[in-house]
């Protein structure tokens, strides 16, 4: 996380905390803590501080995560310096990747000034408690600094200063279009929540392989049906050489050609159809051109084919792995499904089992290589839902040219960059109907101009104007999107 996505997230966090209390403080992973605010007239708020030495970070979070069935003793005098405090002040250090919560904390009759200092930096990310003076009452590393110095009552001071800012671009910061929501919930999309072994719902995980055998058999099922109508590139050479051999006895303008095939013993008699507006020799050219498309169509198809049953083999073999029980082919399974993308279900927590379901949205969010979200529509009715009840009129709207397919929306006022339009174009045309060999055109156009129409279908629009992209499918770029192979 850099010091300019830490600023945007902290402009989202201020108005939230500042003049809330800290009420919650969990420790629900070694070095990740969970600190909850409240503020009237705002409600509870979540702030998870992840001190990982390789990616620490400070976010919003709205997900749920277990609480460890005791508390750690960091977290219980954490819980004894601050729990209850009012946060007077939420600052960043000029330029840094160092967050200062200022507290208040009632003692008899006084208010104690308190700080809590956030380290994000990675290899030394920190945790510290201070005092009016800036000493050090409580530390994050067993009270010990990167240095291994004992820190407790030590004065603590900022790290060197960052070296001189780069041009790098972060995901969210070129957008201020985003909302606070849709931060918030791209930020949790890209936590990786630590699931262990023990926590792993094995009756989910099972549910969840075999949804995904069941997608390959269907993948497969659908390129073995290419394979077989691409397989008839022998045929076209054989009628065009039989064709080629009988030029003198073809009128122009025939839409049809009884031939003599002479690679059968015996020469057996075959019938073409013509395309009336070529030439005998252009029809010949023709059947030519399409028997060697044909022919390379059927080698790519014979290579996917054979790679998705190689993909079955593996998943079939991690079916036979949940069997297991041994810690090594629990460790191996968790690796492996989440290699594939496969959700890693974990057992829920008795307070998550008694919770409401989350709202269902009526999209699918994705996510283009720049962090800008994707939303997909996921049937007819929710294509409406998406498009004129969640989008906005100023948002991008895209669909598959001719075919019926998904709503596409990629929530942003601002201009569409040419690699967000191809990733979203790309989705559009991947959740249609239409051929997904060659190019094919999507529309799109800003969402005030999709409108229903008398006794229109549930997702049937007309659109009052728009442009046309020509795309095809890149795989790579289709496993990037949505981390499954295409088709």
Known sequence: MTADELAVILRILQPRLVGGFLQKIREIAPDRLLLGFHRSGVGATQVLVDLTPTAPRLQPTERRFQAPKSAPPFSLALRKLLSGARLEELRQEPGDRVVRFRFLKKEDDRLVPLDLVVEAIPRRAGLFVLDEQARILLASSAREDSRGRLVRGKTWSPPPPP????????????????????????????????????????????????????????????????????????????????????????????????????????????????????????????????????????????????????????????????????????????????????????????????????????????????????????????????????????????????????????????????EVLVDAATLALGYSKAPKGGKQGVSYTRRKHVTKFKGAKPGQVLLQQRKTILIRIDPDRWKRLTGRTFP
């Open 163 to 418: 070296p001189p800012k780069s041009d790098v671009s972060t995901p969210f910061s070129e957008f201020p279009g985003w909302t606070d929501e849709t931060l918030t919930r791209y930020l949790d999309e890209q936590l990786t929540e630590t699931v262990s072994q023990d926590d792993v719902d094995v009756k989910g995980l099972a549910k969840e392989l075999t949804k995904a055998i069941k997608r390959q058999f269907k993948r497969i099922s659908k390129i073995e049906a290419d394979v077989r109508r691409l397989d008839s590139a022998k045929d076209a050479y054989r009628e065009g050489e039989a064709l080629k051999a009988a030029l003198g006895d073809i009128e122009k303008g025939a839409t049809r050609a009884r031939v003599r095939d002479w690679s059968t013993d015996p020469p057996s008699w075959i019938e073409i159809d013509l395309d009336p507006k070529l030439s005998p020799i252009e029809n010949v050219e023709r059947i030519f051109k399409e028997a060697k498309k044909r022919e390379r169509g059927l080698a790519l198809a014979e290579q996917r084919l054979k790679e998705q049953r190689r993909q079955l083999q593996h998943l079939q073999s991690l079916e036979e792995l949940l069997r297991d029980d041994s810690p090594e082919a629990r460790e191996l399974l968790l690796e492996e499904t989440r290699a594939l993308g496969i959700d890693v279900p974990r057992t829920r927590t008795p307070a998550e089992k008694k919770a409401p379901p989350a709202p269902r949205l009526p999209y699918k969010t994705y996510h283009s290589e720049n962090g800008t979200p994707i939303w997909v529509g996921r049937s007819s009715r929710d294509n409406d839902a998406l498009t004129f009840h969640h989008a906005k009129g100023n948002h991008w709207w895209l669909h598959a040219e001719d075919y019926p397919g998904s709503h596409v929306v990629v929530p942003m006022a601002e201009p569409l960059p040419p």
